[in-house]
Structures are given as C-alpha cells and as structure tokens.
C-alpha cells in the first residue's frame, strides 16, 4: 500500500508539475494574444490617422490647384492686358511719327511750292532726277525738249544721243 500511495503521490506530483506547465503556457498565450490584439488597435488607429491625414493633403492638393489655375488665369489676362496696352502705346507712337513725318512733308512741299511760285529752281533729289521738271503753265515747250535730253544725259551718263 505504501507503495501504492508513493505511486499515486509521484503521479499527483507529475500532474501538478504538468497542470503548472500547462497553466503557465496558457498564461503565456494569452498575454501574447492581448499584446497582439492591442499592437493590431495601435495599427488601426495608425491607419486611420494616415487615412484622415492623406484625405486632408488631397484636399489640400486639389485647392492648391484650383489657386495655381486661378493664379494662372488671372496672369495670363495681365500679360494679355499689358500687351494690348503695350500695342495701344506703339500705335500712339507710330501714328504720331507719321503725323509728324505728314507734317513735315506737308510743310516741305510747302516749302517747294514756295520756291517754285518764285521761279528759282527745284533742288536736286534723287526721286526728281527720274522724272522731268515741272513747267509752270505759261513757260514756252520749246526749251522742254532739250531739258529732257539734258536729263536723260543725267540718268544714263554712258549714252550718246543721235546726232
């Protein structure tokens, strides 16, 4: 019987020591699974931030791209305004260069018509050697001919008129 009761006492021993074991494994395993369950909420809220900070940058993103449009779009109307007004400021200039230039050929034929009505002669200029003097209406057309001569002479310097 002592035998026995040393058998079942080494058998109970052996129990614990295996109920222990096995307490303690299960302690273990379920520490672990809390750990894990609360390192997956960490990630869900680290997901969830990252979500709600890449849905604000988009929508940063998209506003900042309808100011670069807008910016875009009101300086291309400044560029386009100040063209225009660079274009209004040259037509100035150019239509008062020609008003200028109008009147100071206004005011040079002038001038030749003055020395003309005086009878002096018509200064040399290259577009009057082309083309034969002016006669005043009462001037005789006798001497016209031998002035055009003369001109031609003037133009074509190498030619022989026929005898």
């Not at 021993?13 to 997956?40: G, H, K, P, T």
């Not at 998209?62 to 291309?76: A, D, T, V, W």
């Not at 660079?86 to 034929?109: D, G, P």
């Amino acid at each position: 019987m002592q035998e026995m009761l040393e058998q079942v006492r080494e058998e109970m021993e052996e129990l614990n020591s295996s109920w222990d074991f096995w307490e303690d494994r299960a302690l273990d395993s379920e520490y672990l699974i809390q750990y894990l369950r609360s390192a997956v909420e960490e990630w869900k809220q680290k997901a969830v931030s990252s979500n709600d900070k890449a849905n604000e940058l988009q929508a940063q993103v998209f506003m900042l791209k309808e100011e670069i449009y807008s910016l875009r779009k009101e300086q291309n109307l400044e560029a386009a305004r100040a063209a225009t007004a660079q274009n209004k400021s040259e037509k100035l200039v150019l239509v008062y260069h020609m008003k200028e230039n109008q009147q100071q050929a206004n005011s040079n034929s002038t001038k030749q018509k003055e020395v003309l009505s005086e009878g002096r002669r018509k200064t040399y200029t290259p577009s009057s050697a082309l083309l034969p003097p002016r006669r005043s209406p009462f001037q005789e057309i006798g001497n016209l001919a031998l002035m055009l001569r003369q001109n031609s002479k003037a133009i074509f310097p190498l030619h022989c008129p026929d005898p």
